[in-house]
């Protein structure tokens, strides 16, 4: 079982905004900004597409952007393409002893 | 283009010791400006950090691991490497290495580029 909590799956048109969420706890997505997300299409390297929460790596297009409420941040893809198709894990901080949570990672399928 | 790439047996029998190399082009793993870890994937896809280490003298660990793992660096080769002892099927996984940034107060907060990752099959 993950550290951080992403639903296994979501779905959406081509055009349309998806979100995805990453609940973690009060000690760790509550606690720091340093939340990142990542895209990995199978069979390839894992892609940053955002850290501290919503900065975006140059490259990556601003239809990618990040939030935080809480313990929960989120992910929101606007303008969906076919190849944001991928699986989307999210990272944040965790603590002194295990410096690094990841998510289960999410599934986006475009339909 | 800073570039990693994953390199060691794919095939470990139980009890023995897992070992990977990440082998680091584009960038100086000496420069101290980065951490160098490791992340695992599992089967049923989710991800877990396994470690990183700044230097020769400092790294750190998952705690769940830590009792079996050695993370090393090799400046000279531009190389760090991933040492599992007493692996179990439990440990198969594809095993990548990624650069970390941290922040101002040592925080991590990224890992980029990563590798493209290493199946290591736990098998007898």
């Known amino acids: 079982q993950s550290a951080l909590t992403q639903p296994r799956s979501v779905s959406g048109s081509p055009g349309q905004s998806v979100t995805i969420s990453c609940t973690g706890s009060?000690?760790?997505?509550?606690?720091?900004?340093?939340v990142s997300w990542y895209q990995h299409h199978p069979g390839k390297a894992p892609k940053l597409i955002l850290y501290?929460?919503?900065w975006r790596p140059s490259g990556v297009p601003d239809r990618f952007s990040g939030s935080k409420s809480g313990n929960t941040a989120s992910l929101t893809i606007s303008g969906l393409q076919a190849e944001d198709e991928a699986d989307y894990y999210c990272?944040?901080?965790?603590?002194?002893?295990?410096?690094?949570?990841f998510g289960g990672g999410t599934k986006l399928t475009v339909l | 283009q800073v570039q990693l790439q994953e390199s060691g047996p794919r095939l470990v029998k139980p009890s023995q010791t897992l070992s990977l190399t990440c082998t680091v082009s584009?960038?100086?793993?000496?420069?101290?400006?980065?951490?160098w870890g490791w992340i695992r994937q599992y089967p049923e896809k989710g991800l877990e950090w396994i470690g990183y280490?700044?230097?020769?003298?400092?790294?750190y660990y998952n705690p769940s691991l830590k009792s079996r793992l050695l993370i090393s660096i090799d400046t000279s080769k531009n190389q760090f490497s991933l040492n599992l002892s007493s692996v179990t099927a439990a440990d198969t996984a594809v095993y990548y290495c990624?650069?970390?940034?941290?922040?101002?107060?040592?925080?991590?907060?990224?890992?980029?580029?990563w590798g493209q990752g290493a199946l290591v099959t736990v098998s007898s």
């Open positions: 501290d929460v919503s």
């Open positions: 990624a650069r970390s940034g941290y922040d101002s107060s040592g925080y991590p907060n990224w890992f980029d580029p």
């Open positions: 009060s000690s760790d997505v509550g606690s720091y900004n340093y």
């Open positions: 990272c944040s901080y965790g603590n002194i002893y295990t410096h690094v949570l």
């Open positions: 584009g960038d100086s793993i000496s420069s101290r400006n980065y951490y």
């Open positions: 280490i700044y230097d020769s003298e400092t790294s």
